[in-house]
C-alpha cells in the first residue's frame, strides 16, 4: 500500500532556501568547534577520575561492614537480593524476590514510510517524487494518522484502550551486608522475560475486555489475525543476581564517589573484577569520545556545505555544472571540517594533554603543508 507524491522546488525557490542555510552554516560551525573542544575536556577529565579511582578503591568484604572504610572508595562483588514481592496493581501479576518489574505496552498500528528522489531540471528548479508506504506492526506507542500524507490512511489508526507503562521496584535490595541506595535500584535493567503461570486469570475489572494470550494480556478479538487499534501487555524483570560495584561507601550503602575531576559510581551485572571495570569504563569513555568527534566534524561539515551551497544552487541553472560544483563545495566542506576539527583537537589536547597537543599539531600542519607542495608540484609541471 503506499501513495506518490509530486512535488516541484522553482530555482528562485532553491536560491533563497540556500541563502537561509548560510545562517545555519554561521551557527552550526561554532557549536561543532564547542562540543568538540568541550569533548576533549570531557575525555581528559573521565580519564583521570578513573586513573584516581583505580589508585583509591579499596576492595572490601561484601559480608561484613567495616566503619574503617566509611567514605572510601570501595569495591565488591556480592549477590542482590530482596524479600519482597513486586506486584502489578492492574493486572496482578506478582514476582517475589524480583529486583524491578516492569510492565511493556504495545499497539497494532499502521506506520508511515517514505522514500524520496529528486531530479534537478534546466533552469535551476528539482523535481521530487515522494513514495510513501503503509505497513501495520506492532509499536511501543500509539501513532497520530492524522498527518499521514494518503487521505485513505489519515483516520485508519485507532485503539482499544490506552494503557499506561509502569516499573516497579523494591524498597530495598541487599548487596551481600550492603544495601543498594534508591538511585541504583533504577539503574537496573528488567531484560528477561517473564512467563505468565499457567493458571493465571486476569482480574475482573480486566477479563471483561481482555484475554490471555501466551505471556501476552491481549486487548481485540482475534490474537492470531491482529486488527488496528488492538494492544497487548507483556512483561519483563530482574532476577536475584551477582552484581559487583565501585562506589564510595556511606554507612549500609553507596553513594557517588567525588574525584577530583568527575563523579564516579560503576554497577555492573555479573562478578567483574576491579580491573576489568575500569577498563570497561575506559573503553566507553573512548567509545563516546569518538561518537562525539565524528558528531562534531560532521555538524562542522553541513555548516560549510550550507555556506557553500548557494554557488552550486546558482550553477544548477545547467544541471551538470551545478552537479560539478555540488561535488567541489561538498569536497571543500570535508577538508575544511577535517582540517580545523583536526587543530580544534590538537588544541584542547595542548590545554589537557600537551604532548599529544603537539603531536598532533605538527601532524596537522605537516599534512596541510605536503599537500599544498604537492598541488604547487602539479601546477607546474607541462
Not at 507503562?165 to 541506595?181: D, R
Not at 589536547?349 to 600542519?365: E, K, M, Q, V, Y
Request: net charge neutral; aromatic share 10%; charged share 15%.
Amino acid at each position: 500500500m503506499s501513495f506518490t507524491e509530486i512535488t516541484s522546488t522553482s530555482w528562485f525557490s532553491r536560491l533563497g532556501d540556500s541563502i537561509k542555510g548560510i545562517l545555519f552554516g554561521l551557527i552550526a560551525i561554532p557549536v561543532a568547534l564547542i562540543l568538540i573542544f568541550w569533548n576533549e575536556k570531557r575525555e581528559v577529565d573521565r580519564t583521570r577520575t578513573l586513573e584516581e579511582g583505580a589508585k583509591m578503591v579499596v576492595v572490601v568484604n561484601a559480608q561484613q561492614i567495616s566503619p574503617a572504610n566509611e567514605n572510601k572508595l570501595v569495591y565488591l562483588t556480592a549477590e542482590a537480593t530482596t524479600s519482597e514481592t513486586l506486584t502489578d496493581p492492574d493486572y496482578g501479576v506478582s514476582f517475589q524476590g524480583a529486583l524491578k518489574l516492569q510492565r511493556h505496552v504495545e499497539y497494532y498500528q499502521y506506520e508511515e514510510e517514505s522514500k524520496s528522489e529528486t531530479n534537478k531540471k534546466l533552469g535551476g528548479g528539482t523535481e521530487t517524487v515522494t513514495t510513501y508506504d503503509y505497513s501495520a506492526r506492532w509499536v511501543s506507542s500509539p501513532i497520530d494518522s492524522s498527518a499521514f500524507k494518503d487521505p485513505a490512511f489519515q483516520t485508519k489508526n485507532t485503539i482499544l484502550k490506552k494503557i499506561q507503562e509502569t516499573t516497579l521496584s523494591p524498597s530495598s535490595v541487599e548487596l551481600g551486608a550492603y544495601q543498594l541506595s534508591n538511585s541504583q535500584i533504577a539503574r537496573l535493567s528488567a531484560d528477561s522475560t517473564f512467563s505468565l503461570a499457567a493458571d493465571y486469570s486476569l482480574p475482573a475489572m480486566v477479563a471483561s475486555e481482555a484475554q490471555v494470550s501466551g505471556n501476552n494480556i491481549y486487548y481485540g478479538t482475534d490474537t492470531q489475525t491482529p486488527s488496528i487499534g488492538d494492544a497487548r501487555v507483556h512483561f519483563t524483570y530482574t532476577a536475584a543476581g551477582t552484581y559487583s560495584i565501585i562506589a564510595q561507601q556511606a554507612e549500609k550503602s553507596f553513594v557517588t564517589y567525588q574525584a577530583k575531576k568527575g563523579s564516579l559510581s560503576i554497577l555492573k551485572s555479573g562478578a567483574h573484577s576491579v580491573d576489568s571495570l575500569f577498563a570497561e569504563e575506559a573503553s566507553s569513555n573512548s567509545i563516546l569520545s569518538w561518537v562525539l568527534r565524528a558528531v562534531g566534524f560532521a555538524l562542522m561539515g553541513f555548516g560549510f556545505a550550507a555556506i557553500l551551497n548557494p554557488l552550486s544552487v546558482v550553477l544548477d541553472v545547467v544541471p551538470l555544472l551545478g552537479n560539478i560544483a555540488e561535488i567541489g563545495t561538498t569536497l571543500i566542506a570535508f577538508i575544511l571540517s577535517l582540517s580545523i576539527s583536526s587543530v580544534t583537537i590538537a588544541i584542547a589536547w595542548l590545554a589537557f594533554r600537551p604532548l599529544l597537543g603537539c603531536s598532533l599539531l605538527l601532524i596537522t600542519f605537516g599534512a596541510i603543508y605536503w599537500l599544498n607542495r604537492l598541488k604547487k608540484k602539479r601546477a607546474i609541471m607541462p
